[in-house]
Structures are given as C-alpha cells and as structure tokens.
C-alpha cells in the first residue's frame, strides 16, 4: 500500500500543493486565509469573520450490480469524466443533503438506466486518484426491480463484463474489492 500522508504548511504554497485545491481566500467574505493552528493541525482560517477551512474529502456511491450470468455490471467513463475511456462501477458524488443510498440509487439510475434497491455495503474504501478530490467510497450491494439498460450521465457505455473478461478498469479501489471476491482482470 502507497502512504498517503497528510498536507503539512510546509509543503503549501498557494497554488503548488501536494493536494491541489486548496482555499485562497475566504468563500464567505472574500478575505486572504492565513495559516493557523486549530483543533491540532495546521489549517486556513479567516483573520476577518473566523472561517476555518476543514477540508473534508467527498463521498462517493458504488452499486456492485450482478446479473443472473454471474455477470457484472461497469459503465465506460465518457469525455470529461476522471480516467475517460476506463471502465468501473457504477458510482458518483453524494450531494450534500442526500441519503447515501438515494444517492447510490441515482447515480446508477443515471448512469446505467437502471433502478435497484441498495443492499448492504460491501466495500469501504478511501480513493486517492485525483488528489484535487479526494472521496471515500461506499459500494452497496445493488439488486435490479427495473429500468432499462442504457448508458447515461457522464457514461459512454453501461455493459455486463464476466468476471473472467473485464475491460480495463479505471480504479484500484474497484480492483481492490474485485480481489476480495477473487476476481483479478
Ligand atoms: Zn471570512
């Protein structure tokens, strides 16, 4: 496993940091942050109204979606989207205020077509590949009740794979799940 250790000041300047996308100015008055020491870590705080930046990673739903094949279910990830032209599970972006499992359930009705009830979780893991976003993600266990397979949202393709025959796979983090089943592309 990759150490991933944490952003110390010492390695921040404004717009070259180990995990870009750091705040510059305060979102709430539009002051310059500047550097304090809050609940133990070094952290940007506004000298004008007091906001202090957490920067939290995102959450991210996965529905794991298998057919009565054995087969399972990946979309290709179309123009735009991080590691266009890779395949994996059918996943997105919890919106702030969204249940987690309404959100699995959306992104894969918009991504797949598809509507399922969530299942249990199966999967927990944190994602380090875009270090502008970090996300943990959840994979849910996802049984189909209806819809119709087509591809949809930020996905080029929505097709079943055999375990034996996956495409080229986008993210460790699936990977990583994938082997827990015994499953290595
Ligand atoms: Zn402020």
Known sequence: MVAH??????????????????FTYCPHCATPLVE???????????????????RNPGVGAAVVVWDSDGRLLL????PG???????????????????????????????TGLEADIGP?????????????LTVGIWFDGTVIGGTLQAGDDAAEARFFSPDALPPMAFETDLAYLQT????P
């Open 75 to 78: 979309v290709k990830r179309g």
């Open 5 to 22: 250790r944490r952003a110390t000041w010492d390695t921040c300047a404004v717009h070259q940091h180990e995990w870009p996308g750091e």
């Open 121 to 133: 979780v199966v999967w927990v893991a944190s994602n380090f590949h875009d270090p502008a976003k």
């Open 181 to 184: 089943l015994g499953i290595e």
């Open 81 to 111: 989207a991080t590691k266009a032209g890779l395949w994996s599970i059918p996943a997105g972006y919890v919106d702030y205020g969204e249940d987690v499992r309404e959100a699995a359930a959306r992104e894969l009705l918009e991504e």
């Open 36 to 54: 304090a020491r809050v609940a133990g870590s070094p952290r940007k705080k506004c000298p004008q109204c007091g906001f202090v930046h957490f």
